[in-house]
């Protein structure tokens, strides 16, 4: 079993930065590959971007490529979410999900994910 806590959201003018983090509990986070997802008011969760179990493949949605970097590391048992210039757009909870042991990075979607973190709150004003 994996536990999922996200931090490093907040409140952030339209081009700036923020970094976000998943700290993985349990032994397993290291075989599983991650999925980020954000949930925007009134919206469905979406899609924002997966990173294979070593780290060697990440995978993006259109919508946040070029600006947003996905990245792991396993003896520290956390998975990042580095995002730069930032659009109000980009408003909304984060959340990291544990996909499948030994598994590549793919667009995943959130009915398959295993586990789930309780998100973390990103505001972007204009």
């Known amino acids: 079993q994996v536990q999922l806590v996200e931090s490093g959201g907040g409140l952030v003018q339209a081009g700036g930065s923020l970094r976000l983090s998943c700290a993985a509990s349990?032994?397993?986070?290291?075989?599983?590959?991650m999925g980020w997802f954000r949930q925007a008011p009134g919206k469905e969760r979406e899609f924002v971007a997966a990173?294979?179990?070593?780290?060697?493949?990440?995978v993006y949605a259109d919508s946040v490529k070029g600006r947003f970097t996905t990245s792991r590391d396993n003896a520290k048992n956390t998975l990042y979410l580095q995002m730069n210039s930032l659009k109000p757009e980009d408003t909304a909870n984060y959340y990291c999900?544990?996909?499948?042991?030994?598994?590549?990075?793919?667009?995943?979607?959130?009915?398959?994910?295993?586990?789930w973190g309780k998100g973390t709150l990103v505001t972007v004003s204009s």
């Open positions: 999900a544990a996909d499948r042991p030994w598994g590549g990075a793919v667009y995943m979607a959130p009915s398959g994910m295993d586990y």
């Open positions: 349990g032994r397993t986070f290291a075989s599983y590959s």
């Open positions: 990173i294979s179990w070593s780290g060697a493949g990440t």
